[in-house]
Structure formats: structure tokens, C-alpha cells
């Protein structure tokens, strides 16, 4: 019986106590305790991604007629809240752990799940209505699942931090080329001196070269 504030779930390992506002489970609380190594956490883009690969799983595996729609729609719903951040204290795995990324799979597989059983009206930790790993992660694995999220995520990231600080980047060394294309200095090649250069040239280059790089990152995107 697990003391107040406290909740026991079990797996095919045997039981674990869960805090019971948790939306994880066994899995995740035993990896809590097996991966206590640096106290980083996954970046929210890596969990947003989690999220968009069990919703659309979901909603393949409902139109393939292997799901009960009852359950997938609660599933989905779940997972867009996954998408939307909503549940991102619940992914409290360190980001170092089992090289495959099973604890993580499994870390969302029980968020989506507990969360999905509170929409249908059950209570957390009731394996009874949707289950991570029957229902959440249907016709998937670990090594499918991790592999995908850390490239979406990658693309979320392209699109969403390093595009954007591109862009910036590359208006401020405009901004500074124009402001010093009056100031002329010595240039330098070979350790020598070489010929006169404007200062606005050299800022120039370097916007050309952050200009040049914002391509490949949208090339990488397949835009």
C-alpha cells in the first residue's frame, strides 16, 4: 500500500511507488532511479517531437483499424497536450541513460496513457483502459521511435532557434557593414601585411557567409 501522496504501479518487473500527481508510471519512476547521473533533463523540443510521433501512430493505427477509436482519440488528445508543453514536468528522466532511449519511450508511452485514462474518466496508474505499452506504443519500438524523435526535433529546432538567431545575425552584420564601409584598413594574408581592405568589406563577408549558411539550413529542411 503506498503511503499518502503516493501511488503504486506495477510492470512486468514488479512494483514501484509513483507520487500520485504523476502521469508517468513504473517504468519511468525504476529509470528514475537506475539513471541518477547528471540532473539535465530532455530539451522540450526532443519531448514536442515524442509527442507528434505517438499521435501519429495513433491516429495510423486507428485508420488501420488496430486501435480502439475510443482509446486512440483519448490517445491523441493526450499526445497533442504533449505537443502543446502542457506535460513537460512529467518527463523527468536524465538526459543520459539506456543507449537505445527505451526509458524515454517509455516516460511518454505512461504520460500519454495516464493522461489519456483521465480523459476517459479512470484514474492514473489504471492499466485497465489504455495501456503505454499495448495501446500508446502499438507497432513501435524504442529503436524506432527514439532515433525519429531526435530528427524531428532536430528540424523543430533548425525552424524554430537557429534559423530565426540566423537571420538576426546576418541584419546585424549587414547593419555593421554599412557602418564601416568608410574605414579602411590594412589587410592580412600569409602573416603579412596586404593589400587595403574597407572594414565594411570584411563584415560584408561574414553576413555573406551567415547568409550562405541559412541556406543549407533551410536545404536541410527540404525547402
Known sequence: MASKGFRTESDSMGEMTVPSHAYYGAQTARAIENFPISGIRKHSLLIQAMGMIKQSASETNMELGLLNK?????????????????????????????????????????????????????????????????????????????????????ILAIDQLLLPGLKNLHRALNSKARQFDKIVKIGRTHLQDATPVRLGQEFGGYASMIEHGTKRGQYAQGE
Open 70 to 154: 475510443k482509446f486512440g482519440r483519448a490517445i491523441v488528445k493526450a499526445a497533442q497536450e504533449v505537443i502543446d508543453g502542457k506535460l513537460d514536468d512529467h518527463f523527468v528522466l536524465d538526459v543520459f541513460q539506456t543507449g537505445s532511449g527505451t526509458s524515454t519511450n517509455m516516460n511518454t508511452n505512461e504520460v500519454i496513457a495516464n493522461r489519456a485514462n483521465e480523459i476517459l474518466g479512470s484514474k492514473k496508474g489504471d492499466k485497465s483502459g489504455v495501456h503505454p505499452n499495448d495501446h500508446v506504443n502499438m507497432g513501435q519500438s524504442s529503436n524506432d521511435v527514439y532515433p525519429t524523435a531526435v530528427h524531428v526535433a532536430s
